[in-house]
């Protein structure tokens, strides 16, 4: 077990030390070899962490184990989930981060498809990678300028990042300190018990009142879920919108109402933003220098 | 051979994308940019808040990822609102050009 | 209409009149707020002798007329009770306060016609004729506390009526001062009836003294009685009642010479059950009695400013009136309360024609022959001078004479009761004196006028002199009435009767008419001043005119020591205690200059740190489990 996490923290430092190199940082230019080593250093320790990964012995699935192709379609999911990830917070055209991060929703919507969360990944694609990042794109677009193939263009700020090692030694300390307990099995939080949650039918219902009949009627979560998917079962499967909607509606609802006055807030709040108009007095006089770019003036025109 | 998925490959998953958000959103400079690292968070704590779900037998798990969403969009609606504003102010994007948030 | 209703009445009108005249006098009445309060106050005068005339003749002996209105709060075997107790003595203290009270008002038509505080005053009197109903017809001693605080509280704002005059605002600050001395102890006084017999109703309270240790009703006794020492400007608390004066004169005249200054009398009256089985506490209010009245009239004797010989006056009397409840016949001193009230209310209301007359002069030696300018406020003034006197076939002759007889008689102070009635004789024979000296400096003599007045002399409106001669009338005749009063009225049953000595009533009689006979030979028409001269210019005649220099002593014992606290606590505040502060504002100030470093304005900055800290915490969480 010590042994395990060891190799996890190895396999974290590689990965942090990969997007060290790979963060055009204001430290070093970024040169074509320096980029080659952070691919290959990333590559490695993400092979490394599936290799770990798959050598993890669990006690309770939470995917279909009796899929073959579960298994594979986690690990490229996952794979493309956290290198999109890591291109989208390297990348120095903020465009591209934004299409990267579409990848990364994408994958993760693939990952929650697997482990049950039929309407939450639906819904993140939509949401995610149709609305939010739409808005994302219209934003980037409205404050950058458009700029020809090379960097010469792109703003100081894009160009430059704050030093990464103290950002980038902290990711690691807290991905060593979320991520190393885990390969212990005494770590791990006990489930519940099936009998209160698991299925679904039994949550639009008082709990107390069907917890025998929960119990009897459905086995453990993992089996449940592929049952209920087919026709013959009237209980809908953990994760379809069916069941999703009777959770929020059942045992959410003030979540329901708040998150609806967010969301009006958030509107009027929009509104408000979008209708204050920028005094003269108000503009500050040029970008504001900054101190550790040698030439400031130059660079700001281009901005 | 096709090993089991269980909890704690989601957690690592969900882990590594959080990190790699905060190691953007402490790194990059380019306010956006910056505000998209925390969209990479969000992501790690959906996994997250879907895998100890799944491991309890609860669909509290997908509520919560369902109103770290609508969280999200607001967010993202007026900070966005607010960064589109700063901009035209001064005509920049980059974070550290915002000193006058200190007590003189 | 029942009897309860009518009684409810008194006060209700008085305090209907009063809340009218608050809330609608600045903006509509204005010039007229004097209806709403004759209005009201006369509705308590009718409602009053109504019940005088309807109710008390069924009452009986210690017949009463009681109820609760409601229940104020209660909790944990306490109950205080919004009721009221109808007998004898409220009966005869209702008819003084209302009917005084009317004069006043009437008088005050004209005495403060034009003034810019025209509605407040006339909300302040009708406020005070509530207060003092309700404390006379209280039924616990929660209530009686309640109307004793509300008519200091009249008392002040009314001494205060002239706020802009420096003085008239000290004057009211030093009365309700001194006041609230006496209501400290008067204050104790109520909570130990409370913890003694765990009830403050007269009844139940009354009913228990019998049973009770000597010590506990001693205390009480001596309690309540600091109250009404304070009330009553007695010995050593007088002293706020001459300053009193800054008022207006009706205000003097009703407040401060006819009412409030006798609830006092009033409560030791109404508590005579404990103070009767508290038997040295009644030597005690003799003793404070005979020598208030003695000590307060040889300043009289002296003074020269004529409202102050009026208070002083005031202040003497109403030690007979405590020399009378000492000796244990309540009725005696309730009966000169009542004849009192008219003839000094007269007084103070001449004294106010005779400034108004004069532009505000009220020194005596600065005027003179006033009687020729003034007829009939001169009448009406000689009347209440014969009454004060106690010349016989006056109303003073005859209370006075009770409570003298009362003295020489009394069971109860045994052979101190002859000296003290000594004592009173001798005070007789100086209040005769001084009130002619008052009578014939001012109205007597050549015509002389105030230079003040640039020889216009101010006559009295319809409005005043009428009351002046409507309040003549009982100044002289309320006497005659004394025996249907202490029959009919059954106060016979608060006092033992005393066979009266005749040698007493003769001689009383020849001091009063001898005392003021020597003033008027003195003062006189002759005018000769050698003598007078003569005494002035003694030692001793500079120590009393100069008040006995209580003022100085109290001033030097009580103020001077408490200016000095004040100004040193001022010091150690200003010095150590905001040292003390400025010493703790320092340290979050350095560490405020320390941080500030931290906060750079850098949002990455903030950023990194709030990592950091997620990250310790992640950390310190690992290390825990």
Redesign the interface.
């Known amino acids: 077990m010590i042994a395990s996490s060891l190799i996890f923290y190895v396999l974290a430092a590689l990965?942090?030390l990969s997007?060290y190199c790979l963060?055009p940082?204001a430290g070093y230019r970024l040169t074509r070899g320096r980029r080659a080593l952070g691919t290959i250093l990333g590559a490695a320790a993400l092979a490394g962490?599936i290799v770990w990964?798959?050598?993890?012995r669990?006690?309770?699935?939470?995917?279909p184990?009796d899929e073959?192709l579960?298994?594979?379609f986690?690990y490229l999911f996952?794979a493309v989930?956290?290198a999109s990830?890591?291109r989208?917070?390297?990348h120095p055209r903020?465009v591209y981060?934004?299409l990267y991060?579409v990848l990364?929703?994408l994958a993760?919507a693939g990952?929650?498809l697997?482990?049950?969360?039929e309407?939450?990944a639906i819904?993140?694609i939509i949401?995610?990678a149709g609305?939010?990042m739409v808005?994302?794109v219209f934003?980037?677009m409205?404050?950058q300028q458009a700029h020809s193939g090379d960097l010469a263009g792109s703003?100081?700020?894009?160009v430059?990042?704050?030093p990464?090692f103290?950002?980038?030694l902290?990711?690691?300390?807290?991905?060593a300190?979320?991520?190393?307990?885990?390969?212990s099995r005494a770590?791990?939080?006990k489930?519940?018990s099936?009998a209160s949650?698991?299925a679904?039918p039994a949550?639009a219902k008082p709990l107390i009142e069907d917890q025998g009949a929960a119990s009897d009627a459905a086995g453990?979560?993992m089996t449940a879920a592929p049952q209920g998917n087919g026709p013959d079962t009237d209980a809908p499967a953990?994760?379809s919108i069916e069941?999703?909607g009777e959770?929020?509606m059942h045992?959410?609802v003030l979540?329901i109402e708040l998150?609806g006055v967010?969301?009006l807030?958030?509107?009027v709040?929009?509104v408000a933003?979008?209708r204050?108009r920028?005094e003269p007095a108000?503009?500050?006089v040029?970008?504001?220098p900054?101190p550790?770019s040698p030439a400031p003036g130059k660079e700001?025109a281009h901005? | 051979m096709a090993s089991t998925i269980g909890f704690v490959h989601l957690l690592v998953l969900g882990s590594a994308l959080f990190v790699t958000g905060l190691a953007g959103f402490l790194a990059r400079r380019n306010l956006i940019l910056m505000f998209l690292a925390t969209e990479v968070m969000f992501q790690g704590i959906v996994v997250t808040a879907v895998a100890f779900g799944r491991y309890h037998g609860q669909l509290s798990g997908q509520a919560f990822a369902l109103f770290l969403l609508i969280v999200a969009a607001v967010e993202a609606a007026l900070g966005l609102g607010l960064v589109v504003l700063m901009f035209r102010r001064s005509g920049s994007l980059d974070a550290e050009a915002w000193r006058t948030m200190r007590e003189e | 209409m029942s009897d309860s209703l009518i009684i409810l009445a008194i006060p209700g009108c008085a305090l209907a009149a009063a809340m009218l005249i608050a809330l609608l006098g600045p903006r509509l009445l204005r010039g007229q707020s004097h209806w709403v309060a004759i209005a009201g106050v006369a509705g308590a005068v009718a409602a009053a002798a109504h019940l005088l005339y309807d109710a008390v003749p069924g009452l009986g002996e210690g017949g009463r007329i009681a109820g609760t209105l409601y229940r104020w709060f209660s909790g944990d075997g306490f109950t205080a009770r919004i009721g009221y107790l109808y007998d004898h003595l409220a009966a005869i203290m209702l008819v003084t306060v209302t009917g005084v009270s009317l004069c006043v008002v009437l008088y005050s038509r004209g005495y403060m016609k034009g003034h810019r505080g025209y509605p407040r005053f006339f909300t302040y009197i009708c406020l005070f004729v509530f207060s003092m109903c309700t404390l006379v017809l209280a039924d616990n001693f929660l209530l009686l506390y309640l109307g004793w605080e509300a008519v200091g509280l009249c008392s002040y704002l009314l001494i205060g009526f002239y706020y802009e005059r420096p003085t008239a605002s000290a004057a009211a600050r030093k009365a309700f001062v001194v006041n609230r001395v006496g209501d400290f102890g008067f204050g104790l006084g109520v909570l130990m009836i409370w913890l003694t017999f765990g009830t403050l109703d007269y009844g139940q309270v009354f009913a228990q003294v019998p049973g009770a240790s000597a010590g506990a009703l001693t205390a009480i006794a001596l309690l309540l009685l600091c109250g009404a020492v304070g009330k009553s400007a007695q010995l050593p608390l007088h002293v706020w009642l001459p300053d009193a004066m800054e008022g207006p004169s009706p205000v003097s005249a009703l407040i401060h010479a006819a009412t409030m200054v006798t609830a006092g009398v009033y409560m030791v009256a109404r508590s005579m059950p404990i103070f009767a089985h508290a038997p040295g506490v009644l030597a005690v209010v003799a003793i404070i009695g005979a020598a208030t009245a003695l000590f307060a009239a040889t300043i009289a004797l002296v003074n020269n400013d004529l409202k102050r010989v009026l208070a002083y006056s005031t202040i003497s009397q109403l030690g007979y009136m405590f020399l009378g409840l000492g000796a244990g016949a309540a009725g005696a001193a309730v009966f000169h309360l009542f004849t009192h009230a008219f003839f000094k209310a007269l007084l103070f209301l001449g004294a106010g024609v005779v400034m108004h007359a004069m532009a505000d002069v009220l020194d005596i030696r600065r005027m003179s022959g006033l009687a020729r300018r003034l007829p009939i406020t001169a009448v009406a003034f000689f009347a209440a001078c014969l009454a004060l006197s106690g010349i016989p076939g006056t109303a003073g002759f005859f209370s006075k004479d009770q409570i003298l007889a009362a003295a020489f008689t009394s069971p109860g102070l045994g052979r101190l009761g002859p000296a003290l009635g000594w004592v009173g004789l001798v005070t007789a024979g100086l209040t005769a004196f001084y009130t002619f000296r008052l009578f014939m400096r001012v109205f007597a003599g050549p015509d002389v006028l105030p230079e003040e007045t640039h020889g216009h002399v101010h006559k009295p409106s319809p409005w005043m002199w009428l009351v002046l001669v409507a309040l003549a009338i009982p100044s002289i005749g309320a006497g005659y009435v004394g025996g249907w009063l202490l029959h009919t009225l059954g106060l016979a049953g608060l006092a033992e009767a005393h066979a009266e000595p005749h040698w007493l009533l003769w001689t009383s009689g020849v001091v009063a008419v001898g005392s003021a006979f020597l003033a008027v030979l003195l003062y006189g028409p002759a005018r000769d001043w050698t003598l007078a001269t003569r005494v002035d210019q003694t030692a001793f005649y500079d120590f009393v005119s100069n008040k006995y220099f209580i003022d100085e002593l109290y001033d030097a014992v009580f103020v001077r020591p408490a200016r000095a606290l004040g100004r040193l606590c001022t010091m150690i505040d200003d010095r150590v205690i905001d040292n003390l502060l400025l010493g703790v504002t320092w340290a979050p100030r350095g560490i405020g200059r320390g941080l500030r470093a931290v906060q750079r304005g850098s949002l990455g900055a903030y950023a990194m740190i709030f990592a950091f800290g997620a990250v310790l915490l992640m950390a310190v969480l690992w290390l825990l489990t």
């Open positions: 990965g942090a997007v963060m940082s962490l990964l798959i050598g993890l669990q006690v309770k699935a939470l995917m184990a073959p579960v298994g594979p986690f996952a989930a956290i990830a890591v989208v917070v390297v903020p981060s934004a991060f990364t929703v993760v990952v929650l697997l482990a049950g969360g309407f939450l819904v993140l949401i995610y609305a939010i808005t994302y934003v980037i409205l404050a703003a100081s700020y894009d430059r990042t704050r990464a103290v950002p980038l902290l990711g690691f300390l807290l991905l300190a979320l991520g190393g307990p885990l390969s770590n791990w939080p489930p519940e099936p949650v698991n679904a949550l453990p979560v953990p994760g069941s999703i959770e929020l045992r959410h979540a998150a967010l969301l807030v958030a509107i709040g929009a933003l979008a204050r920028v108000d503009l500050l040029g970008p504001i900054d550790r700001a901005g």
